[in-house]
């Protein structure tokens, strides 16, 4: 099927999604082929698999404009790639490379690429919601309409921080959407179990902030939410989003997935938002090529990005000093 | 023009000059500030500018990082710095590391005021002076003004700076008065000034302490000891050559700070001329600072506790 561009958000016209569904891919590919750089030893440190939560992002930043920002966390490579970062450049920061999206600095939890309104991914948990706000603040006193996204997951929503942030964005009617990703667990620890009260969404509704909890795998719900609240939240309306989904993978790279019945992570694989979609879309009439060959295209791509990154140049070693401050000692 | 109102004028003056300059905090309206600094700044500026915000540090200074990072110039008000350290990690995994840690792409111009020094019955959590903390984390910038004329033209740097400041005002100097000049000077970051010559001993100090060494250093030109005092105004970058053209003159130095000596900036500076001075020193480096206690509240421990003239006198005897 020829793709037209994209049209209007939140429908569920058929090219719209099965952009989206390529989209979904991509973080898909990227995050694949990052954890095997990880096994293989050219990735280091901590990479936090997106895997089974792609259409939250997909269908959040498919909504924002160019000029709007996102805060992200620390399992933020879906977010820059769904607002459009080159998962090249992304490779290569994983690889440590000169060329890398932060030169090579930072690393999985600090990509960010502010060009494209990617405020970074973030080591902190929740601190993505003060960040947001701030950004808020900052269109409004410019005399901006954009808008900026804080996205978190439900660990998150323990710390005093992200609760300060919501009070934050409510009594200074910031235009702030916050996106709860509730994938059940705070690290090993099921988040319910050390959550005193009703959850996120109670939470976010005590503060008053208009909060809806939605099927987080179903790519065109996520879509339709997304097309409904970001207007309200341009108008100055902060809006939360509970978003429920699930991680196929363990929290990170380094830790086994012990915690977790296998029974458990397989009973979810039914509903992970990649399947559901292509599900969606052979109703529709694609055929399974059609969606083989947008699997096959995401692999290539990111196949390719792998292989840059390999051949990338490193940081020479002034890196190190540079972009601390300007101001130093006085020689 | 009083250490407050210098820093008012600073503030409005930059204000004017920049409209993506703004400030929030508690309390920066109905009472104009914990000294008055902010007094009648909501009235020329209105609420989006001077913005008085729930107590809620981490995200008053995280929200202004957020700012920052999105272009605008913002002053995060936090009073005293003991309610910094309810901060600490915006500022310190934040604002200090943004610049690094996205390669470069982006700054954080923010300034973070917290007041520090010994305030009259503020006992454990109302009276610390943590710049060592501050100058300990990479990114930071971290200024302690002690006179009216550079609380004016050293806020105004660190508004103008495109590195996050931590501004570390005093809370026993507000009230203080001096010379303010009419142009709008600027005093730049990460240079000190000498606050009295002398060939003597080098006193190296900030923000108080620079009054009580020049009380000292008034004390010992009446025993036939001339000390240098140099006020450091910045405490990262600190200035190096500044001490160095000094401790070329004098061979001896003391370090004089308010808050703790143990592990305090002075131990860096110490160090520091230490291994560079190390030919042209004529005597032992010395080094003054809080006791590692918290700060007590009754008045008869204050004596004890505080840094003094008579004990700068003292080791300064014993240095010449």
Known sequence: MAMQAMPRSGSNDVARIFSLFETMHLIRAFEIAADRAWRDGFVRGSVHQYIGEEAIATAVCANLRRDDVLASYHRGHGHSIAKGTDPEGMMKELFGRRDGTSRGKGGSMHIADFSLGVMGANGVVGESATLACGAAKAFRLKGEDRIAVAFFGDGAINRGVTLEALNWAKIYRLPVLFVCEENEYAVTVRTATVTAGDGALARARAFGLHAVSIDGNDLLEVDRTAAELIPRVRAGEPCFIHARTYRLFGHVSFQPDTYRDPAEVESRKAFEPIRRTARWLLDQGFSQADLDGVEAAARERIAAAVRAAHEAPWPDEAALLADVQDLEMPA | MTYSEAARLALAEEMRRDPLVWALGQDLGPEGGVAGQYKGLLAEFGPERIVDTPISEATMLGSAVGAAAMGTRPVCELRYADFGICAADQLVNQAAKMRYMFGGQMRVPLVVRQSIGWKVGGAAQHAQSTEAWW???????????????????????????????????????????????????????????????????????????????????????????????????????????AVERSLEKTGRLLVAHESVQAAGFGAEIAADMAERMHGKLRAPIRRIGGRRTPIPYSERLDEPSRVTPAQIVGIVEKMA
């Open chain 2, 135 to 241: 100058a300990h984390t990479p990114g930071l910038v971290v200024v302690c003004p002690a006179t009216p004329r550079d609380n004016r033209g050293l806020l105004k740097a660190a508004i103008r700076c495109d590195d996050p400041v931590v501004y570390m005002e005093n809370k026993n100097l507000w009230a203080e008065t001096g010379d303010v000049p009419d142009d709008e000077e600027v005093v730049p970051l990460g240079k000190a000034s000498i606050a009295r010559e002398g060939e003597d001993v080098t006193i190296v100090t900030w923000s108080r302490i620079v009054a009580v060494a020049l009380e000292a250093a008034g004390a010992l030109a009446g025993r036939g000891i001339e000390v240098e005092v140099i006020d450091l105004r910045t405490i990262w970058p600190w200035d190096r050559a």
